[in-house]
């Protein structure tokens, strides 16, 4: 006989089965009533698919950073940092680094979610969140959303490396610091001295990082790469390079609570936006997803973002149970 956990583990299984479809960008109108007919069978499966959609949106960050170092791991630093702070989220990270990751981080969301739900962060940030953390030794971190980072000492006595696991982060050393300023992300590793300011985004396969003063060098597979003012370092599984910031004020539109896109195709509109805001917006239409976008967006414009897509591209707007938006 079933218990009332085994038929939420069901549902949760099938709510992670429905996010796989609907976000595989092969979803159809079929699917989309099917959809609704399933958040329909009862207020259970609603609340369960609405619970799944927030935690897919906080993990996803971070997921995609555990990707991103295994491929590039350090196992003398790695092993340094395990002995130093034997608590639970190195030891997933000890557990991943053995074999299972590869299963974890190739099959999301639906395998993904428990590993990552047993890990914890120092600091973080939910969907729409900002915050600020100020730091020892002069130094203060602005959190953009689905923001996640550890602050840990290698040896006594040494200054703290920040390791960001995911998301958007800026840091803003003040002059009088005596140390320079150390971070992980990516598998590289971020050093910046005194006075300097610099913003690191980490959501997607690659990371870049813009310097606004100052300077920040980069040690990323072998080579070491140096950014000034008004200078950015793109870094990932291509490699490394370093090329003039393109708008430093589109950088920092974030910490005004603004997005800012420059002739950037729908489609990753979208994806950007669907960091701020509850539920899901899936752009179901190829030749939709390719329109290109010029705008301004306050974060308390992105309520309704739908309706504005709709009405400025045509586009048909399905809304689904769960917070879940089809535009096609």
């Known amino acids: 006989m079933n218990t009332p956990n085994d038929d939420r583990a069901a549902l949760e299984a099938q709510a992670r089965d429905w996010l796989v479809r609907l976000t595989s960008g092969r979803a159809t109108t079929v699917d989309a009533q099917d959809f609704r007919r399933w958040c329909g069978q009862s207020p259970l499966h609603a609340q369960v698919m609405a619970e799944t959609t927030r935690l897919w949106d906080v993990a996803r960050p971070a997921a995609e950073a555990v990707a991103q170092r295994l491929r590039a791991a350090e196992p003398p ?12 989220r190195y ?24 590993a990552l739900s047993d890990m914890t962060a120092d600091y973080s940030t939910g ?66 001295a005194a006075a300097s300011r610099f913003n690191v985004r980490a959501t997607g396969a690659e990371v870049c990082v813009t310097c606004m003063a100052g300077s920040v060098e980069l040690a990323y597979g072998g080579r070491v790469w140096v950014a000034k003012e008004a200078q950015q370092i793109s870094y990932g599984r291509r490699g490394a390079e370093v090329a003039r910031a393109p708008d430093l004020s589109a950088v920092n539109a974030w ?19 669907n960091r701020y805001r509850p539920g899901r917006l899936i752009v179901t239409n190829a030749e939709l997803g ?26 048909k707007v399905t809304t689904l149970p769960a917070g879940i938006v089809l535009l096609g």
């Open 77 to 88: 630093r790695a092993a340094v940092i395990a002995r130093a702070h034997p608590n639970r």
């Open 91 to 114: 030891i997933l990270g000890a557990a991943l680094a053995a074999g299972a990751a590869a299963f974890v981080v190739v099959r999301p969301p639906g395998r993904l979610w428990p």
């Open 127 to 192: 969907t729409g969140e900002q915050r600020q953390v100020v730091l020892a030794d002069a130094a203060v971190v602005e959190m953009n959303t689905q923001t996640s980072f550890n602050v840990s000492r290698a040896a006594e006595g040494e200054a703290a490396t920040l390791d960001l696991l995911g998301g958007e982060a800026q840091v803003l050393l003040d002059a009088s610091r005596a140390t320079p300023f150390t971070m992980t992300v990516g598998g590289g590793r971020l050093v910046a």
């Open 255 to 273: 910490r005004e609570r603004v997005l800012v896109f420059d002739n950037t195709p729908l489609a990753a509109v979208v994806e950007e936006i």
């Open 290 to 315: 390719r329109r290109k976008v010029q705008a301004r967006l306050r974060l308390e414009q992105l309520a309704r973002i739908e309706t504005l897509i709709g009405a400025s591209y045509g586009a």
